[in-house]
């Protein structure tokens, strides 16, 4: 169990770096707008931004191939339990990365949970689970 958390923390951080790499581009792309209209101000949202885009990238990768490019790097699946995965269960599993102290708290009560898969809360909610394809 100890290597299955191990995965999922470093596909996690595999998966952060993607999408700061991400919001980096962005920032590159749009800056030259933002100077040139003195809209400067548009960067104090920024925070906000990254953080629609970590849900959006969550649930677009877990709804459309169940998995992200961490998880899959590490042979990590997101599996329905009673259906097919799609969107909606990828969006209530992911509520909780649209900012980290969320995510930290998911990962605490369901860690600390009486359930011996030890999933994460919104997992549970989502009727959703991590398996390990080998």
């Keep these: 169990m ?11 951080i595999i998966d952060a770096i993607f999408i700061t790499l991400l919001m980096w581009a962005l920032t590159a792309i749009l800056y030259p707008l933002i100077a040139f209209t003195n809209l400067y101000y548009i960067l104090n949202f920024w925070f906000i931004l ?7 990238y ?3 990768m877990e709804g459309k191939w169940s998995t992200t490019l961490g998880k899959g790097l590490l042979k990590l ?21 649209f900012l980290w102290l969320p995510l ?9 949970g009486a359930k011996a898969n030890k999933q994460r ?14």
Excluded at 80 to 96: H, V
């Design 121 to 134: 809360y919104l997992d549970d909610f989502a009727n959703t689970r991590i398996v390990l394809l080998e």
């Design 77 to 97: 699946k997101v599996q329905a339990i009673q259906e097919d995965m799609n969107y909606q269960k990828a969006l209530m599993r992911n509520l909780s990365k």
């Design 2 to 12: 100890q290597g299955y958390w191990g995965k999922r923390t470093v596909a996690l």
């Design 50 to 56: 990254w953080g629609f885009l970590t849900l959006a």
């Design 104 to 112: 930290l708290v998911d990962v605490a009560i369901g860690f600390k």
């Design 58 to 60: 969550f649930v677009y």
